[in-house]
Protein backbone atom coordinates (compact mmCIF):
# COMPACT_ATOMS: atom_id res chain seq x y z
CA UNK A 1 0.00 0.00 0.00
CA UNK A 2 1.85 3.06 -0.98
CA UNK A 3 -0.50 5.78 0.76
CA UNK A 4 -3.77 6.58 2.58
CA UNK A 5 -5.93 10.11 1.78
CA UNK A 6 -8.63 11.47 2.95
CA UNK A 7 -11.05 12.19 0.35
CA UNK A 8 -11.73 15.77 0.00
CA UNK A 9 -14.60 15.37 -2.04
CA UNK A 10 -16.10 12.77 0.89
CA UNK A 11 -15.09 14.34 4.52
CA UNK A 12 -15.37 11.57 6.83
CA UNK A 13 -13.89 9.07 4.14
CA UNK A 14 -10.32 7.73 3.49
CA UNK A 15 -8.83 6.14 0.32
CA UNK A 16 -6.71 4.29 0.51
CA UNK A 17 -4.24 3.61 -2.76
CA UNK A 18 -2.08 0.00 -3.37
CA UNK A 19 -0.58 -1.88 -5.67
CA UNK A 20 -3.50 -2.88 -7.60
CA UNK A 21 -6.13 -1.81 -6.29
CA UNK A 22 -8.21 1.35 -4.64
CA UNK A 23 -10.67 1.28 -1.52
CA UNK A 24 -12.55 4.03 0.02
CA UNK A 25 -13.97 3.36 3.45
CA UNK A 26 -15.41 5.91 7.00
CA UNK A 27 -12.54 6.74 8.85
CA UNK A 28 -9.79 9.78 10.15
CA UNK A 29 -5.93 9.35 9.55
CA UNK A 30 -5.42 10.03 13.06
CA UNK A 31 -6.72 7.00 14.19
CA UNK A 32 -4.85 5.12 11.03
CA UNK A 33 -1.72 7.14 12.05
CA UNK A 34 -2.37 5.90 16.01
CA UNK A 35 -3.13 2.04 14.51
CA UNK A 36 -0.21 1.60 12.00
CA UNK A 37 3.00 2.95 13.40
CA UNK A 38 4.93 1.80 10.21
CA UNK A 39 3.13 4.50 8.43
CA UNK A 40 4.31 8.36 8.01
CA UNK A 41 2.64 11.02 8.06
CA UNK A 42 3.60 13.28 5.54
CA UNK A 43 0.51 15.61 5.10
CA UNK A 44 -2.02 16.51 6.39
CA UNK A 45 -4.22 15.11 3.56
CA UNK A 46 -1.44 11.70 3.35
CA UNK A 47 0.09 8.53 5.39
CA UNK A 48 2.24 7.25 3.20
CA UNK A 49 4.07 3.66 3.49
CA UNK A 50 8.02 4.54 3.12
CA UNK A 51 8.64 1.19 1.97
CA UNK A 52 7.29 2.06 -1.13
CA UNK A 53 9.04 5.27 -2.02
CA UNK A 54 11.69 4.89 -4.79
CA UNK A 55 12.91 8.71 -4.03
CA UNK A 56 12.44 11.92 -2.38
CA UNK A 57 12.65 15.33 -3.99
CA UNK A 58 13.73 17.48 -0.93
CA UNK A 59 13.51 20.39 -3.49
CA UNK A 60 9.64 20.29 -4.68
CA UNK A 61 8.84 18.47 -0.98
CA UNK A 62 7.44 15.19 -3.18
CA UNK A 63 7.88 11.83 -2.93
CA UNK A 64 7.70 9.09 -5.82
CA UNK A 65 6.21 5.28 -5.74
CA UNK A 66 6.99 2.39 -7.43
CA UNK A 67 3.99 2.94 -9.47
CA UNK A 68 4.83 5.99 -10.29
CA UNK A 69 2.07 7.70 -7.79
CA UNK A 70 3.39 11.31 -6.61
CA UNK A 71 2.67 12.51 -3.18
CA UNK A 72 3.38 16.00 -1.58
CA UNK A 73 5.11 16.54 1.59
CA UNK A 74 4.69 19.24 3.71
CA UNK A 75 7.29 21.77 4.54
CA UNK A 76 7.11 20.78 8.46
CA UNK A 77 7.10 17.33 7.41
CA UNK A 78 10.19 17.52 5.06
CA UNK A 79 13.11 17.52 7.01
CA UNK A 80 11.93 14.76 9.22
CA UNK A 81 10.88 12.33 6.30
CA UNK A 82 14.78 13.96 4.39
CA UNK A 83 16.24 12.31 7.82
CA UNK A 84 14.45 9.10 8.04
CA UNK A 85 14.75 8.69 4.28
CA UNK A 86 18.53 8.45 5.66
CA UNK A 87 18.32 6.29 8.47
CA UNK A 88 16.80 3.86 6.56
CA UNK A 89 19.35 4.03 3.75
CA UNK A 90 22.27 3.22 6.67
Request: aromatic share 8%.
Amino acid sequence: MPFIDIGAERPGSVTMIAKKRQAEFPGNLNNLEEKYTNLFRCDKSYLVNLDHVTSFDAQARQLQFNQGLVCKVSFRKARDLTKLMKDRES
